[in-house]
């Protein structure tokens, strides 16, 4: 559901909510009757000009139907273009290149939690990212080397033609905390540490 139909659905329902709660206490209270209600609605609306009640609802009509296309109709993948030519075209989907840039940007040392949103454009695309940035690191030279890496990546690995690369620093962490975080991954990933007791055994058995 789109932010339209939320918007849409919320306000149904306190619509829904304000007249459930407004009919519990008439029922108590008795405050009012609701043919009394009813004949005031239909006074109303033949009061109206005949063209201006067709207006009003026609309008309804159109609003219901346009939140009920928004709701069933599937959202298509962002998408840039690779290659075109007289045979057909070739398109990668933004989120896919997000991901590859992002696994890049993640063995250059010293950058912590790297995002990246990448932005069609008619001939091209813009590269976005930010992430935080060891102590330790040469802020310059740092974001420098992180530009350059997802730009050359975009554009030989993707394909891509990247018109503008911008990087936004969000924070600093401490070399150790870095360390930490990859191990971390790594074991989240599953991955093994190679075992060297067999080489170093080897290794001592061709030294005597």
Not at 75 to 99: H, Q, Y
Not at 154 to 181: Q, R
């Amino acid at each position: 559901m789109n932010i339209f139909n939320r918007i849409v659905m919320v306000i149904v329902m306190l619509c829904l909510l304000v007249f459930s709660i407004v009919a519990i206490v008439n029922i108590f209270a008795d405050l009012f009757e609701w043919s009394d209600i009813f004949d005031r609605v239909l006074n109303f609306t033949a009061s109206l000009n005949q063209y201006a009640l067709a207006a009003i609802l026609f309008l309804i009509f159109v609003i219901a139907l346009v939140i009920l296309i928004f709701e069933f109709r599937r959202k298509k993948p962002d998408v840039a273009s690779i290659f075109i030519d007289s045979t057909g075209k070739t398109m990668v989907t933004l989120k896919t290149s997000e991901t590859q840039i992002r696994d890049i940007l993640n063995n250059i040392e010293g950058v912590i939690n790297p995002q990246v949103r990448v932005v069609p454009r008619q001939n091209g695309v813009i590269i976005n990212i930010s992430s935080k940035l060891a102590t330790d690191s040469n802020i310059v030279e740092k974001t420098k080397e992180i530009r350059e890496t997802a730009s050359d990546f975009t554009s030989k690995n993707l394909g891509l033609k990247v018109l503008e690369t911008n990087y936004t620093v969000t924070g600093f962490v401490a070399p150790t905390e870095k360390i930490k975080k990859v191990k971390e991954v790594k074991e989240e990933k599953g991955e093994e540490q190679p075992d060297t007791s067999q080489e170093e055994k080897s290794h001592g058995e061709k030294e005597e």
